[in-house]
């Protein structure tokens, strides 16, 4: 169990090295579907809007973001237990797909990237008839 004590001097203070090494994570995602797109819904705690970078190439959509952590200046790190990390996952989209379409939006750490599906792709309803 971590307990917070005063140390006499800095000396005393015994931790594991604060390393500096950033670990790439996928990020866990739902996919959710309607008749005309797709609704990818990432988690990406620690990452702002402006650090999330979302491309598509071909027929593979990039997800990646990356964590800043900003410390007050008038302190010293002497252990850290929470993990700078880079997030970055891939998917590969069907034809049905309208990648000219696709938008991202980010709130408190979650992305919602729309993925509109072209025309030809989406359900239609087709009417049965008596006889």
């Known amino acids: 169990m971590f307990s917070l004590f005063k140390p006499e001097t800095k000396s005393e203070v015994s931790a594991a090295p604060v390393r500096s090494e950033r670990r790439v994570v996928a990020p866990r995602v739902d996919i959710l579907e309607t008749d005309d797109a797709v609704l990818l819904i990432a988690d990406m705690p620690g990452v702002s809007a402006d ?13 990646r973001g990356t964590t800043r952590l900003e410390e007050p200046r008038s302190f010293q790190v002497i252990w850290r237990e929470y ?39 989406q359900a239609k309803r087709i009417a049965v008839t008596a006889g």
């Open 51 to 63: 650090s999330i970078d979302v491309r598509v190439h071909g027929d593979v959509l990039t997800l």
């Open 83 to 121: 993990a700078l990390r880079d997030y970055e996952r891939t998917f590969r989209l069907g034809h049905a797909i309208d990648t000219e379409r696709i938008t991202a939006q980010a709130k408190d750490g979650v992305v919602r990237v729309t993925l509109p599906k072209r025309a030809a792709a």
